[in-house]
């Protein structure tokens, strides 16, 4: 079975800039989680979504927002791009809203904001 | 609020010893806990999942502990390899959060030959 999958897995953008990252969730997996990981840090929580509702969101700007689709998988969506939004994007998902089983992650996109 | 913490930082040891890893969190209201593990540049690795009923979990040389009375939960592992270098993490789900995970910064091991 395929893993939670993420593209692109690296990208360069200035500031200012637009970017939208695509996760697809494991086969059967109704939950999709964001998180951000910048270097020599945790990982911290960005969005959830679980059967296409926004269900949870971290400590960001509007500038971030995202989405599910019906076949679950999610996009992330940064505007107006700032240096310091420049980390490792990575994307989880589980069976169920409260996760109270296992998460999977994904490899990652690694963003820099030049 | 939840705050989890991972001590050590980092951590160096010669090949073949047995080490453990530490991670503490302030609220015991949590689903569960789960330890990760990172190759640098690369996502995470699901090591092991402990349910907030159970006390412990195993898979291989690696044993994770959970005490959620003292909010502390360590990661045990047997025979220390080279290829076990890597950073691990441990994450807690808190109840009424949904399903959002709160991270430790980490643990960076390196084992050497």
């Known amino acids: 079975d395929a893993g939670v999958t993420q593209s692109p897995t690296h990208l360069i953008k200035t500031r200012g800039q637009h970017v939208t990252l695509r996760c697809s969730p494991i086969?059967?997996?109704?939950?999709v989680s964001w998180y951000q990981q910048v270097l020599g840090q945790g990982p911290q929580f960005i969005f959830q979504?679980?059967?296409?509702?926004?269900?949870g969101r971290g400590n960001f700007p509007d500038r971030f927002s995202a989405r599910q689709f019906p076949n679950y998988s999610s996009e992330l969506n940064v505007n107006a791009l700032l240096l310091g939004d420049s980390a490792l994007y990575l994307c989880?998902?589980?069976?169920?809203?409260?996760?109270?089983?296992?998460?999977?992650f994904g490899e990652g996109s690694r963003l820099t904001v030049l | 609020k939840q705050e989890v913490t991972q001590i050590p930082a980092a951590l160096s040891v010669p090949e073949g010893e047995n080490l453990v890893l530490n991670c503490s969190f302030t609220?015991?209201?949590?689903?569960?806990l789960q330890w990760f593990r990172q190759d640098p540049g690369k996502g995470l690795t699901s090591l092991l999942l402990?349910?907030?009923?159970?006390r412990e979990q195993t898979s291989g040389r690696l044993n994770a502990s959970l005490d959620k009375s003292s909010g502390r939960s360590t990661l045990y592992i047997a025979a220390s390899q080279p290829g076990d270098s890597a950073t691990y993490l441990c994450?807690?789900?808190?109840?009424?959060?949904?399903?959002?995970?709160?991270f430790g910064q980490g643990t960076e091991l390196s084992v050497k030959p």
């Open positions: 086969s059967g997996h109704k939950s």
């Open positions: 979504y679980y059967e296409k509702e926004e269900r």
């Open positions: 994450a807690v789900i808190p109840y009424n959060q949904g399903g959002k995970l709160i």
């Open positions: 609220d015991s209201a949590i689903y569960n």
């Open positions: 989880a998902s589980s069976q169920d809203f409260a996760n109270t089983g296992e998460l999977f």
């Open positions: 402990i349910q907030s009923s159970q």
